[in-house]
């Protein structure tokens, strides 16, 4: 039986503490054979020399985050159900932004997986950012993109999707090919809209410095000097895939990213996605980030609708 104490120095009790004491129940409910006694500034940890070790290499991860503002009830119990590294942590929460918009707010990487594919972005021409909805795979990588383009390294970004329908028929509406095809590749326009200005968005797209179009446009191109983003990937059939990433051309910087557990292929058709990232993993220039639940950013209940659905499919296939 040890006892260590921690004194908390520029953290507010209530950031480590969370509303209601949250964060702190979270902690006593992971660690039921440790004793937590709290004092005003003051945390005891009494118990089991391994056990207080353990609660301690938590607990000062904690504190450190809260140093940069107030830990959700969500994140404490990441940090606690999950390994991680303290330093990346800390290193998101301090990070600085990937690109400012032009309304001055900073879009910044939030959590590891998307820390992470800013630096494989960095050292890599094609990067494949691969988990479930939410996990902002497209949105850092518009940032990314944005960022490349504001700086100038590159001279055009091109946003693209192949058009599937995800269990609906949209080949009745009312319009022209791009009204057909915007419904597609509307969360690429929701992105762009939140980093550069109405005004000037427009401005890039009649000029052609952003452009935004379905796979099929992609054929016969030469991508150069440019920053492309392939959303959704797992709709691509393995022809498709080949043909877009064989476009990539001298200058540029591309990401793919995909879910594969949304595959929306009709049946009997595979996507290439699973492919392309077996037969492509050891080679030198290309990388792959795997995000996970843990990297939802959107409503708390995504992140538990998501466990949900990947536990019955476990049970389903036990």
């Known amino acids: 039986m040890i006892e260590k104490k921690f004194l908390l120095e520029q953290v507010h009790p209530v950031e480590l503490f969370g509303t209601n004491n949250e964060n702190w129940n979270l902690l006593k409910r992971a660690f039921p ?95 494949f950012a691969i988990g479930p909805a939410g996990t902002g795979k497209t949105y850092t990588s518009v940032a990314l993109a944005v960022r490349a383009l504001k700086h100038k390294q590159v001279k055009k970004i091109i946003l693209t999707r192949p058009a599937v329908e995800a269990g609906e028929n949209l080949g009745f509406l009312p319009g022209d090919l791009k009204d057909k095809i915007d419904p597609y590749l509307r969360p690429l326009y929701d992105a762009l809209d939140d980093m550069l200005s109405a005004d000037k968005l427009k401005m890039f797209i009649e000029n052609r410095v952003i452009e935004i179009a379905p796979l099929a446009f992609m054929r016969g191109r030469t991508l150069n000097n440019a920053f492309v983003i392939l959303d959704e990937a797992q709709n691509c059939t393995e022809a498709q895939l080949k043909m877009f990433l064989t476009r990539m051309g001298p200058e540029a910087k591309i990401i793919v990213t995909g879910d594969l557990t949304q595959i929306d292929l009709p049946a009997k058709t595979r996507s290439g996605l699973p492919t392309a990232l077996r037969i492509l993993k050891d080679i030198e220039g290309i ?32």
């Open 33 to 127: 054979q440790v004793k937590f006694i709290a004092r005003g500034n003051e945390i005891s940890l009494r118990g089991d020399e391994e056990e207080v070790d353990h609660v301690e290499e938590k607990l000062l991860l904690i504190i450190k985050l809260s140093k940069h503002g107030a830990l959700s009830a969500e994140k404490v119990a990441d940090l606690l159900a999950h390994p991680s590294d303290g330093h990346k942590e800390a290193a998101v929460h301090k990070g600085g932004a990937i690109v400012r918009s032009d309304g001055g707010v900073q879009v910044k990487a939030k959590t590891l997986h998307q820390h992470e594919l800013v630096e494989k972005v960095a050292d890599n021409d094609l990067v």
């Open 287 to 318: 990388s792959q980030v795997y995000f996970d639940t843990r990297d939802v950013i959107r409503h708390q209940l995504v992140k538990r609708i998501i466990t949900a659905y990947d536990n019955d499919n476990k049970h389903l296939h036990d």
